[in-house]
């Protein structure tokens, strides 16, 4: 059984610029979830994608935003990064909406200079 | 939306202690509460759940107790070892969608 993988691990942007983080979920799985997590903070829940439609969005501007693949894979786009912007992005997946139990990628963390 | 406050922010126990962290939750609606275990640079992982109808789950050292009405729910770890040591994150959410509301996370530290 495959994990979630996400790439890139690492990555530095400037601000202003536009950053696409992917995801591919556990196999099985058809709910994925994306949270970012600052320095020394718990997950801030960004949205939330079941069978491709978003199903749920957390408090964060339109400049986020997400897309599901038929496959269930999900990629997480930033437009206009700012340096607030800076943190892990943490992919979850789950294996269906009405499952509690988030499986996590290890995550992507930006650095917005 | 739900808030959840999670204390305390660090905890340090010497090996073989018990360690307890407690949270709070606003939304009566929420059911289902889940406890995740970061150790440093790795992903959250599940370590328990509850669900709102019961008021204690426990697995070999860590459980985890429910009080509904004070909404507030805490995880108990005994007999701590150095490996429990990372950082804890209780969470709050509300069945159909089960999208959890993360505490700010409690770093335990076990010394040997």
């Known amino acids: 059984e495959t994990g979630v993988t996400q790439s890139p691990t690492h990555l530095i942007k400037t601000r202003g610029q536009q950053v696409t983080l992917r995801c591919s979920s556990q196999s099985g799985h058809n709910t994925v979830s994306w949270y970012q997590q600052a320095l020394g903070q718990g997950p801030q829940f960004i949205f939330q994608?079941?069978?491709?439609?978003?199903?749920g969005r957390g408090n964060f501007p339109p400049r986020f935003s997400g897309l599901q693949f038929p496959n269930y894979s999900s990629e997480l786009n930033v437009n206009a990064l700012e340096l607030d912007d800076s943190a892990l992005y943490l992919c979850?997946?789950?294996?269906?909406?009405?499952?509690?139990?988030?499986?996590f990628g290890e995550g992507s963390r930006l650095t917005v200079l | 939306g739900e808030n959840v406050e999670q204390h305390p922010s660090t905890l340090s126990v010497q090996e073989g202690d018990s360690a307890v962290i407690k949270c709070t939750y606003s939304d009566s609606a929420s059911n289902y509460f889940p406890w995740y275990k970061q150790e440093l640079g790795k992903r959250p992982q599940l370590i328990i759940d509850i669900r709102s109808n019961v008021g204690e789950k426990k697995d070999q050292r860590i459980a985890v107790t429910l009080n509904k009405t004070a909404k507030h729910f805490s995880l108990h770890i005994t007999e701590t070892q150095p490996e429990d040591s990372a950082v804890y994150f209780c969470a709050a959410s509300k069945g159909g969608s089960y999208i959890p509301t993360f505490g700010r996370g409690t770093s335990l530290i076990v010394h040997p």
């Open positions: 979850a997946s789950s294996a269906d909406i009405n499952t509690g139990e988030l499986f």
């Open positions: 994608y079941y069978r491709e439609e978003e199903n």
